[in-house]
């Protein structure tokens, strides 16, 4: 599975994959960007099977990101998890109107993100 | 209405509770009887006609005993002197009728009829011993008594009269004990259903919790709970719900919770994820009702995504009202601070000087009570009462403060606020309750740290917890002998102590401090400050300053000890060089500061023109002097004559 | 002053040292912090927040406190205060400002991207408003930091 993880912070990216590897490294594979621009170029060049992007980011945030993604055809049925600090009700509902699957609020739990991207997939 | 008649009539004597048993039973009797007070009454009459009188009479005796039985039933509601009334009157009218009746001998057929009267209506028991003795009656008069004497009495026939009397009672006994198991298995399946009829009725009409449906527009179904329609009254038929939130919560809230229940009908969104952000989970919501007091009810809700059978989404809504548990928690929040209010007060009170606090509480307490015989006094001049007791509070405050007893200080600014604005106009009595209130509030924080100081004081180490208190002792006592002497002389004195650290004095110059301080005090209320109206004759501010100061620079400390007086009156000086050290006059022509300095560090001076009890009381100033030389010190004197004095030590620290 | 409205930022500072450093921080008593003051911090991590109310969320660590910190997340050794620990002490008080709007969800809020200022004696632009600053001091296994959060009108 290929996964884009987007987030400004590295070592955040790597978090996240570490988390995912510790699992089970055979089954997936990372693109990474640190920014929105960056991520969508590379959904543009690549294909990829799940998107984890965090909310706040230079350039192009997360959410701007994910709402330019469902506007277009292609990128309607993405699998897209939010990874971020903002831990408000108003903004989780924000993110899942802007078109999220799923949501998880940093620091990242393991089990959580395992879980959730499993849900996730399932459902898409 | 002939239907409810008939029924009121079938139904005769039954109560709003009979059960199915009495309600077969009634309907039997009632139809049986008046069939019965018919046909009687039709016999009757033949048999008027007929001129056979007797049996005329007691057939119309009968009908009328039966109708009276049912009126009787109607009245008194016991269906059980119907039956009896009934089977007795079949016993004896049956039974007569077999006496008596004559062609072929019709009383044999009547006869048949008995055990099901009486085994119906009376039961098994009771009707089966009636049968029974019918049946004894019967055979002797049938096989003994035979009847009138000239009708034919044939045997045969009286014995298969007997045998078929004798199958009908055993056929009737064991049909009825059929009907009755039958009957008692139905009863009993009928109270389970109506018990949980009356369950199931009370749960939605007593149970506040409200259960509705939406649909893809978020319009309400008219399934729902009974306590959705009384909580949000009547709706209209395709209701949409937002609109029946709408005004009754937060704009914000109610936006949030469009946008959230919009986010159902897209499928992708992981439902665990919807139930975790719902917006509305504790809410409260407001109801205007026309009355003049509004309705809030805390209610919970919960949202479920459901798929119907057509494959289209909708939302089951959940709601429970929860008031009760909110102001519960609310309550428990309360008493919670309020312990840790304690355990504030607790944690300050241990660092600080007990006898300290014991005497600021006594102090304050006094204070308190100043105020309340204040608000005591009946006056016009609301103004001045809020003055004084601002000043007071005022002065609590700053002790409070200085002990660290942050909590009461934090409501006896708020109080103080509250003073601040009720100074500039009248207060009302309103204001004035509000007043007291406060006064109460504080005195039950007082209250709380008195208990909490005699709890503590029996454990309280006195070794090394005071050093935060120093300032505040040694300011208390300087305020209060400044008090004391400002009333002596009519002075007005404010002490400045902001660049004094206490903490800086070594032990080995605290009674130097102590005796300089104090003696320098005296000496500036006594003789430099001047009284209120001269300073502002003098363009000076009416309060006098004093300020203390202390520094350490290097291994230096520095004293000084200032005020804004009037300064060294050389005139006075001089006046008193000449009469009490016997100067010349030539001798003081030519006095500096500097002369005038040590003219009044020297024993036995002073220009005080009375000799008082407190500024004579002065160890005197050559004391310090000495004092200061003998630990290695210098003691410096400036003065400006007409606007300030001041006294300035060094010592090596 | 409410203590709830500091407590949000208290438990996710908390729970982000818990979950990144392994450390379970111990809170000092917190005070009033003078904005002139300088603590002699090395970095400090700085959020703005803005919204319905305006504030600032500060955390600030010595420079060998910081490091070690840092060295236990991502596993190496690090000599300087390098990129690793500049990202990391961002993504800290990005996830302590975001986490703590929970606890705030009365007030709309949005928080800024994190700026890092480092270098021994440091100052950090606080606002010049009047709004008071609480200072929560912590202490790890490795040392202490502090935890700065001002919140305007909320905080009195």
């Known amino acids: 599975m290929k996964i884009l993880v987007v987030d400004d912070s590295r070592i955040m990216r790597t978090i996240v994959k570490n988390s995912l590897l510790q699992n089970n490294s055979a089954l997936y594979s990372f693109l990474e960007a640190d920014n929105g621009v960056d991520a969508f170029n590379i959904l543009e060049r690549e294909h990829v099977d799940l998107l984890l992007v965090d909310w706040n980011m230079p350039h192009l945030n997360g959410l701007d990101l994910v709402k330019e993604l469902r506007i277009l055809p292609k990128y309607k049925n993405l699998p897209i998890i939010m990874i971020t600090s903002e831990a408000a009700k108003y903004n989780v509902i924000e993110a899942v109107k802007a078109g999220v699957n799923d949501y998880l609020v940093k620091p990242v739990d393991d089990k959580k993100l395992l879980l959730k991207i499993e849900q996730v997939m399932s459902i898409n | ?653 | 002053m409410d203590t709830k409205y500091i407590e949000p930022f208290i438990e996710a500072t908390i729970n982000v040292f818990r979950e990144f450093y392994k450390e379970e921080p111990i809170l000092r008593s917190p005070f009033l912090f003078d904005k002139e003051e300088n603590l002699g911090w090395d970095l400090s991590a700085v959020i703005g927040i803005a919204g319905e109310t305006k504030g600032v969320v500060s955390i600030s660590f010595p420079k060998n406190l910081i490091i070690q910190l840092t060295e236990k997340l991502v596993g190496h050794e690090i000599d300087s205060l390098n990129d690793d620990v500049i990202d990391s002490t961002g993504e800290i008080v990005n996830i302590i400002a975001g986490n703590a709007k929970k606890g705030l969800e009365q007030y709309r809020l949005v928080i800024s991207l994190p700026s890092i200022v480092e270098g021994p004696d440091h100052k950090i632009a606080w606002p010049t408003s009047s709004m008071p600053i609480i200072t929560i001091p912590f202490d790890t296994s490795l040392g202490p930091f502090h935890l700065s959060v001002g919140l305007e009108d909320i905080i009195k």
């Open chain 2, 1 to 653: 209405m002939f239907k409810k008649f008939l029924f009121s009539i079938l139904y005769n004597g039954l109560t709003e509770d009979s059960g199915l048993k009495d309600k077969s039973r009634s309907a039997v009797l009632n139809s049986i009887s008046l069939i019965s007070v018919v046909i009687l009454l039709s016999y009757a009459v033949i048999d008027i006609i007929a001129k056979i009188y007797l049996i005329a009479f007691i057939t119309a005796t009968t009908a009328i005993l039966i109708l009276f039985a049912i009126i009787l039933v109607g009245i008194t509601k016991r269906i059980s002197i119907g039956t009896s009334t009934v089977s007795y009157i079949a016993f004896i009218f049956f039974l007569l009728i077999l006496a008596t009746s004559r062609e072929e001998r019709a009383g044999y057929f009547w006869i048949m009829l008995f055990p099901l009267v009486s085994i119906f209506f009376l039961g098994i028991t009771h009707g089966t011993i009636l049968t029974v003795l019918f049946g004894l009656i019967s055979y002797f008069l049938i096989f003994i008594y035979k009847g009138p004497a000239d009708v034919i009495f044939i045997h045969g026939m009286g014995v298969r009269v007997m045998g078929a009397y004798i199958g009908v009672s055993l056929f009737t006994i064991a049909f009825e004990i059929i009907r009755m198991m039958a009957f008692d298995q139905l009863e009993k399946t009928t109270n389970d259903l109506v018990a949980r009829r009356k369950q199931t009725a009370m749960i939605f009409n007593n149970v506040k919790q409200g259960i509705f449906l939406l649909d893809e527009d978020l319009v309400l179904s008219e399934e729902r709970s009974f306590y959705f329609n009384e909580l949000f009254g009547k709706t209209r038929i395709n209701q949409p719900f937002l609109e029946l939130l709408k005004d009754k919560l937060p704009n914000r809230d109610f936006i949030a919770t469009k946008d959230y229940l919009e986010l159902f009908f897209n499928k992708t969104v992981n439902p665990a994820l919807l139930s975790s952000i719902n917006p509305i989970e504790k809410v409260l919501i407001t109801f205007d009702s026309k009355k003049a007091e509004e309705k809030q009810v805390w209610l919970e809700f919960a949202f479920e995504r459901i798929l119907s059978k057509n494959g289209s989404i909708e939302i089951l809504g959940l709601f429970r009202d929860i008031t009760e548990r909110v102001t519960l928690e609310e309550q428990l929040i309360k008493e919670e601070n309020e312990s840790i209010k304690n355990m504030e007060n607790l944690f300050q009170i241990i660092h600080v000087n007990p006898e300290l606090m014991e005497e600021f509480l006594k102090d304050t307490s006094d204070e308190i009570n100043s105020i309340n015989e204040l608000l005591k006094v009946e006056t016009q001049d609301t103004r001045s009462l809020v003055n004084n007791i601002f000043t007071i509070i005022h002065g609590i405050k700053g002790n409070a403060m200085l002990l660290g007893l942050s909590n009461l200080s934090e409501r006896l600014k708020t109080f103080e606020d509250y003073l601040k604005d009720l100074k500039s106009s009248t207060a009302t009595w309103r204001e004035l309750l509000k007043l007291t209130v406060n006064l109460a509030e504080i005195k039950h924080d007082l209250d709380q740290i008195n208990t909490l100081i005699e709890k503590i004081i029996s454990f309280q180490k006195l070794t090394g917890e005071n050093v935060k208190s120093k300032k505040y002792i040694f300011e208390q006592n300087l305020k209060k002998s400044i008090d004391k002497l400002c009333k002596e002389y009519n002075k007005d004195v404010i002490l400045d102590l902001n660049d004094y650290n206490i903490d800086l004095v070594p032990d080995k110059y605290k009674k130097l401090f102590k005796d300089s301080i104090s003696q320098f005090i005296r000496n500036s209320i006594a003789h430099g400050i001047e009284d209120k109206n001269e300073r502002i004759i003098k363009n000076k501010k009416p309060d006098g300053t004093i300020k203390i100061s202390l520094e350490k620079k290097d291994d230096k400390l520095y004293f000084s000890f200032y005020d804004d007086g009037r300064g060294l009156s050389l005139e006075k000086i001089k006046k008193i060089a000449i009469e009490k050290k016997g100067y010349s006059k030539a001798q003081v022509e030519n006095f500096t500061t500097a002369d005038a300095a040590k003219l009044i560090f020297s024993p036995g001076f002073s220009t005080s023109d009375k000799v008082d009890n407190l500024s004579g009381q002065g160890i005197g100033m050559n004391v310090i002097k000495t004092h200061v030389d003998k630990v290695g010190g210098k003691l410096n004197l400036r003065s400006s004559s007409g606007s300030f004095c001041e006294f300035k030590i060094l010592l090596h620290a």
